[in-house]
């Protein structure tokens, strides 16, 4: 992978976290386009990487709010940010299961499978439509939610299904309130990303090479200047209630990918 390859897929990884089209597909797409012929373990090495320098973008862009609730936890009372920090738990539960438990499953999906990524991407897109016509509440996560939130984080594994598309829309779906969903959909994801880039390192997992050293650092940075831009806007297009747009573009890029695995 050269050094503009790096860029371009840093700046997907970036937009696509935050926004709901799918991350991990618009990468699987953009390897294809590239031709990239990475076996799936060093395909995923990359998108590690990736994946913190959003997670590092979204401490930054939350940063208030996570001092705030660092700073509730230290009073060791059953306070909003206990509470807050329990359902972030809660949330985990089922991504960290399923992540273990079929990792190699998982990788498996990864590496060239746009057929996989296309119909997906449909999926994506229902869940955004049905999300946009919900009505809007004033309500916050309860506890039952988290759960409900985090099954759909972890379907949202598979490539083409977007995170944050599913997070939220299940959130709005359940009737929680829009700006609330999107701030819970992203902080959520957090603590799993660090999880999952410290558990690959100390494994062994990722073995950086000398010769990749500058490109994925171009990827990393690539990702993370996105990553801040992509993260504020979202917060206000989810509060307009602008999910459709972004699910007529999945289908249309569904359809595509589908189009193209199958007549290509």
């Keep these: 992978?050269?050094?503009?390859?790096?860029?371009?897929?840093?700046?997907?990884?970036?937009?696509?976290?935050?926004?709901p089209v799918s991350s991990s597909g618009h990468l699987e797409l953009a390897k294809a386009l590239f031709g990239d012929t990475s076996v799936p373990q060093e395909s995923l090495?990359?998108?590690?990487?990736?994946?913190?320098?959003?997670?590092?973008?979204?401490?930054?862009?939350?940063?208030?709010?996570i001092a705030e609730i660092f700073k509730g936890l230290f009073q060791f009372t059953?306070?909003?940010?206990?509470?807050?920090?329990?359902?972030?738990?809660l949330s985990m539960i089922p991504a960290v299961i399923i992540g273990l438990a079929f990792e190699k499953e998982l990788e498996s999906f990864f590496g060239g499978k746009i057929l996989l990524v296309g119909f997906m991407l449909l999926v994506t897109a229902v869940l955004l439509l049905?999300?946009?016509?919900?009505?809007?509440?004033?309500?916050?996560?309860?506890?039952?939610?988290s759960v409900?939130?985090?099954?759909?984080?972890?379907?949202?594994?598979?490539?083409?299904?977007?995170?944050s598309g599913a997070t939220i829309s299940t959130s709005v779906l359940l009737g929680v309130d829009r700006?609330?969903?999107?701030?819970?959909?992203?902080?959520?994801v957090v603590p799993l990303i660090l999880g999952k880039v410290a558990k690959d390192i100390l494994s062994g997992d990722i073995n950086f090479q000398s010769s990749e050293i500058i490109p994925l650092s171009a990827g990393f940075i690539a990702a993370?200047?996105?990553?801040l831009?992509?993260?504020?806007?979202?917060?206000?297009?989810?509060?307009k209630s602008k999910l459709s747009y972004f699910s007529l573009y999945c289908a249309i890029v569904g359809l595509i990918a589908i189009g193209y695995s199958l007549f290509f």
């Design 1 to 19: 992978m050269d050094l503009l390859e790096a860029i371009i897929l840093g700046v997907i990884q970036g937009l696509t976290e935050f926004l």
């Design 45 to 65: 090495t990359f998108t590690v990487v990736l994946h913190a320098a959003t997670a590092l973008s979204t401490i930054v862009v939350f940063r208030k709010e």
């Design 78 to 89: 059953w306070n909003e940010e206990m509470q807050f920090s329990v359902k972030i738990v």
């Design 130 to 145: 049905l999300a946009d016509k919900a009505k809007n509440t004033n309500k916050s996560v309860s506890f039952k939610n």
């Design 148 to 163: 409900i939130i985090g099954i759909s984080q972890a379907i949202a594994m598979l490539p083409g299904i977007s995170r």
């Design 179 to 188: 700006t609330k969903a999107a701030r819970f959909s992203f902080l959520m």
């Design 224 to 227: 993370f200047i996105s990553g």
């Design 229 to 239: 831009l992509a993260c504020t806007w979202m917060i206000a297009l989810v509060k």
